[in-house]
């Protein structure tokens, strides 16, 4: 229960679904399919499991893949060359297996250009900006 803030101090009975993980898919059916699967590696093999090891690896990838995929479709203002003023592009989020610029910025003229996340939220601009 180390994805709460704060932390529980104890598992509460049943099949249990913290709010953040709820937000990120896993339901309480996942949780009983990765309790069993425990079990079953607990008497394959006696060892401890690793009690910090989350019950869920992709979970915090999906929540990066939510909050990643907020921004699609909305306006972004990128600088041009010098002298440029600057020109204004819709997003496009191109997933998370596109590496470090997973946005592409695709101006009116029709170019386009790659941004990270950083970037991104650098040059966001207010919800509603249109591009005309």
């Given at each position: ?20 993980c ?9 949780v009983?399919e ?12 006696p ?5 910090t ?16 995929s ?6 972004v ?19 998370a ?23 991104v939220?650098?040059?966001?601009m ?6 005309s």
């Amino acid at each position: 229960m180390a994805c709460l803030t704060p932390p529980l101090n104890k598992v509460p009975r049943g099949d249990y679904v913290c709010p953040r993980c709820t937000r990120d898919g896993v339901t309480v059916q996942d949780v009983a399919e990765e309790r069993k699967r425990q079990r079953a590696l607990q008497e394959t093999n006696p060892a401890p499991l690793q009690p910090t090891a989350p019950l869920f690896r992709d979970a915090a990838a999906r929540r990066r893949k939510h909050e990643q995929s907020v921004f699609d479709s909305r306006i972004v203002a990128v600088k041009g060359r010098k002298g440029e003023d600057k020109k204004l592009a819709v997003l496009t989020y191109l997933g998370a297996n596109a590496g470090l610029k997973s946005y592409r910025a695709k101006f009116g003229d029709g170019s386009s250009t790659l941004l990270s996340p950083t970037e991104v939220k650098r040059r966001l601009m207010p919800e509603g900006t249109t591009l005309s």
